[in-house]
C-alpha cells in the first residue's frame, strides 16, 4: 500500500492499495463488539473488503477471519465516495485477546487499485461520533458523518 494523492476523501491523500492489503490497526479487546468503517473511491470500490483477524496472545496465526465486502456490509455512497462499514462481533470467540483490522483489495492481480480513506475502528457502545471535512465546499468546517449524509450524500 502506498499513500497517494491521486484521490482524497478528507485532507489531500488516501490509501492507495495495489496488493492484497492496506491500512493495518491493531487492538488489544476491550469489548465484544465492534463498528469498522473506511471510505472507498469509486474507482474500484466493490473489490474493496474490511477484514478482522482475530488472535490469541502474541500468536501469529488468527484464529479466525472475518471478511465484509460490498455485499455483506452496510454501504453508504457520497459523491465519489463508498463508506463501508461493519459491526464486528467477537463473542464467539472468547480467547481472542486482540484483533488486526485492514481493509483488502480482494483482486489485486486486476491491475486496478483501491483507494481507503478515513478508517476507523471503535467499541460499539463507545459512542464515537465520526467527523469529516465538508468536501465539496472546503471550508474547513467539520461535520458528523450524519450530516455530511444529509448535505451531499447521494443513495
Known sequence: ALISTEFAHTGTKSLRVNGAQGMIA?????????????????????????????YVGSASSPIQTIELSASNAQVLKAGDWYLLSADISTGAYPTATRMKVYVKNSSPNSGTPIYADDFKCNPLESGAICTVGDNPNYTGVMKTVQEYFHNYGKN
Open 26 to 54: 491493531e487492538i488489544d479487546l476491550q469489548s465484544e463488539d465492534y463498528i469498522i468503517n473506511t471510505w472507498i473511491h469509486s474507482t474500484n470500490w466493490q473489490n474493496a473488503k474490511l477484514v478482522a483477524d482475530l
